[in-house]
């Protein structure tokens, strides 16, 4: 069974206070994984895909690394508009669904 | 450019009865998917439709069947409605065999 880890669960960070959320993953012949931010309410909004150990990928203050067994996201200067609950999914060979772990629920206060 | 649409926004049913919920795909997408996500969890799959056929199936009883229509929009309907079908229900379009791009979702509520 295809398994996706996230933590911590919940982060609460001072505006400019730096982190990093991970994701790790226990899957047979991955063929991407993918973050998203999900604000309450609302559907997921696509940030990454990473596809290959060693890819990073960055928007605005967020970079997305990953390795053979875990991914991070990492939050750079945070401001409150970063708020969010942030996703991640995994999607094996052969497969067409996505696997998603329960999700990082962060608060930047100012 | 419409990202992926999906209607109602919210719908309040009661035990037993049936429901449809909507989604139009993201232009250019030919395949849709649809979650549920019950609230501080993250969405789990229910099936996949591509060429008007269900392509691949999450593991959800057989209350819950799909449709894929010719301009690929699709729907999602629940049968025999129970208080645990409660839950934010997610449509995703994609290019075949690409990223998934989400709808803003329709809460449905069971009493």
């Known amino acids: 069974e295809d398994q996706v880890t996230q933590s911590p669960e919940a982060l609460r960070l001072q505006e400019g206070e730096s982190s990093s959320l991970n994701c790790s993953y226990t899957?047979?012949?991955?063929?991407?994984l993918f973050w998203y931010r999900q604000d309450p309410g609302k559907g997921p909004e696509f940030l990454f895909t990473?596809?290959?150990a060693g890819e990073e990928k960055e928007k605005e203050r967020l970079k997305a690394t990953l390795t053979k067994k875990e991914s991070f996201l990492h939050i750079t200067a945070p401001k409150p508009e970063d708020s969010a609950t942030y996703l991640c999914?995994?999607?094996?060979?052969?497969?067409?669904?996505?696997?998603f772990g329960k999700g990082n629920q962060v608060v930047v206060i100012p | 450019d419409a990202g992926v649409t999906q209607s109602p926004t919210h719908l309040i049913k009661t035990r037993g009865q049936q429901v449809t919920l909507r989604c139009s795909p993201k232009?250019?997408?030919?395949?849709v998917s649809w979650y549920q996500q019950a609230l501080g969890q993250g969405p789990q799959f229910i099936f996949q439709y591509y060429e008007e056929e269900e392509r691949q199936r999450g593991n959800f009883p057989d209350r819950f069947s799909g449709h894929q229509f010719p301009n690929y929009s699709s729907e999602l309907n629940v049968n025999a409605l129970l208080l645990g079908d409660s839950a934010l229900y997610l449509c995703?379009?994609?290019?075949?065999?690409?990223?998934?791009?989400f709808g803003p979702g329709t809460r449905l509520t069971v009493l």
């Open positions: 232009s250019g997408h030919d395949t």
């Open positions: 995703a379009s994609s290019p075949t065999g690409d990223t998934q791009y």
């Open positions: 990473l596809y290959s």
């Open positions: 899957v047979s012949g991955l063929r991407g």
């Open positions: 999914a995994v999607r094996i060979y052969g497969n067409n669904r996505l696997a």
